[in-house]
């Protein structure tokens, strides 16, 4: 336990800050200007996309302009690795949404799995519409279909394996105040 600490205390001493926390505050708030103008009247139902979406997630509804209905569900597909394999549902969402606007919230659009078997997975539940906002978009060609974009973006990051902000390093460091990127990854 004791390594563990040493080792991400190691990690973020030679990390690369590649957004400050100033620059992530102003993009959360540039993005819930969007989100309200575009959604105040459409009574979304939102989804934080937990583990990873928490922090963005938590920072951005006091941001949002109108009456919200928040809920959560979960899935993931890095566990402890910096690649993902296949994508385990821990969660999948309860809330009734047929005929809903659905907006999915999550830390980031890397290749872009994740974010569409959710959104799959509300349309087949009757979602009326299915958006998607993400603080972080990673910038490569692996995306999962040609120019997948989420509806709302708050950065667009290098291809780099990324902490903070909701973002993990082997389950450590969602908590670091900005965007880093892991020294040679
Ligand atoms: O665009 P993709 O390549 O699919 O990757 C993005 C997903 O990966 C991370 O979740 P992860 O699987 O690490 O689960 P966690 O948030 O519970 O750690 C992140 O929070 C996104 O949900
Ligand atoms: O770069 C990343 N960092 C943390 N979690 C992630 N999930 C997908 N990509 C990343």
Known sequence: MTDTVAEMSQVMAEADCLIDEQQVQTAIQDMAD???GRLKDSNPLLFCVMNG???????????LRFPVQA??????RYRQETTGGILEWKLQPTAEMKGRTVLIIDDILDEGTTLCAIADYCRSQGAKEVLTAVL???QHDRKAHPNLKAD???????DRFLFGYGMDYKGYWRN???IYAVKGL
């Open 71 to 76: 809920e959560y569900l979960h899935a993931t």
């Open 34 to 36: 969007d989100i309200t």
């Open 152 to 158: 709302f973006t708050g950065l667009h990051v290098e």
């Open 136 to 138: 972080v978009d990673k």
């Open 176 to 178: 670091a105040p900005g």
């Open 53 to 63: 979406g928490l922090i963005f997630t938590g920072q951005l509804l006091p941001r």
